[in-house]
C-alpha cells in the first residue's frame, strides 16, 4: 500500500506509456512525467514515475507532451541530478490516468531529466 493517496493535475508526461507484462501474466504500463511551478529564475520539477496495474487501453493513448491528470499513491525518494544536487521523484502507483487540459505548461519547456 501506498504512502498517501494523492490526485495530481497538470503533470506533464516525459516519455509514452511502455506496456509490459509480470511473471504472472499481469499486464502494467508505466511512464514519466512531472509538475513544475514556475520560480522567478524558471521552473522547479518534482519528477513522477507512474505505474497503471492492468490499464485500460486509453492509457497507450497518452503521447509525449500531454498533460494528465491522476489518482494514486505516491511515495517520495530521493536521487543526486547530474550537477551534483538533490532531486525528489514521486513513484506512483496510478488507479486511474487520463488526458487533462487543465494546467497547461509551455510545450518548450526543458525537459527536467
Not at 65 to 91: A, M, N
Amino acid at each position: 500500500m501506498g504512502l498517501i493517496k494523492t490526485e495530481i493535475l497538470g503533470a506533464k508526461v516525459w516519455t509514452e506509456p511502455e506496456k509490459r507484462f509480470t511473471a504472472t501474466g499481469k499486464e502494467v504500463a508505466s511512464f514519466r512525467a512531472s509538475v513544475s511551478k514556475k520560480k522567478d529564475e524558471g521552473y522547479d520539477n518534482v519528477n513522477l514515475d507512474i505505474t497503471v496495474w492492468e490499464p485500460a487501453d486509453s492509457v497507450y493513448q497518452i503521447n509525449k507532451g500531454d498533460k494528465v491528470k491522476l489518482t494514486g499513491r505516491l511515495w517520495p525518494r530521493l536521487y543526486q541530478k547530474k550537477d551534483g544536487s538533490t532531486g525528489l521523484s514521486l513513484d506512483i502507483s496510478a488507479e486511474s490516468v487520463e488526458i487533462d487540459d487543465y494546467g497547461s505548461q509551455p510545450k518548450d519547456e526543458p525537459m527536467p531529466f
